[in-house]
Nanobody, 131 residues
Framework: QLQVVESGGGLVQPGGSLRLSCAAS????????TGWFRQAPGKEREAVSS???????YYSDSVKGRFTISRDNTKNTVYLQMNSLKPEDTAVYYC?????????????????????????WGQGTQVTVSS
């Protein structure tokens, strides 16, 4: 059974840190990439960061230098370490998994991609940055 589960959200003061976790199971050889997205009230869902099989990592300009994505292959878990948080980082954060596509099961990821490029989604976790 394919499953994506996020955890680690919460309330933090500006300048603080949080670490989000994304546990993915059941994907095995079809796995291509994991992406973190966020959606604030009244706004579209936006890509924050992604990590691709083979090691490439991508960040949006708004989080570059503050957020770090990492992966623990032994636990099939991807982490998003968020430092120097700002009120504008407040959103529901989603983790999603992208599968290999096509006859040759290719994994093609060049930079951050849109939510439509991802196949399986977690339920989301709220991150609130406020004093």
């Amino acid at each position: 059974q394919l499953q994506v589960v996020e955890s680690g959200g919460g309330l933090v003061q500006p300048g603080g840190s949080l670490r989000l976790s994304c546990a993915a199971s059941g994907f095995n050889s079809d796995y291509c990439a994991t992406g973190w997205f966020r959606q604030a009230p009244g706004k579209e869902r936006e890509a924050v960061s992604s990590t691709v099989v083979g090691g490439n990592k991508y960040y949006s300009d708004s989080v570059k230098g503050r957020f770090t994505i990492s992966r623990d292959n032994t636990k099939n878990t991807v982490y998003l370490q968020m430092n120097s948080l700002k009120p504008e980082d407040t959103a529901v954060y989603y983790c999603a998994v992208k599968l290999k596509k096509g006859t040759f099961r290719a994994c093609i990821v060049r930079g951050l991609q849109s939510p439509q490029d991802y196949d399986y989604w977690g339920q989301g976790t709220q991150v609130t940055v406020s004093s």
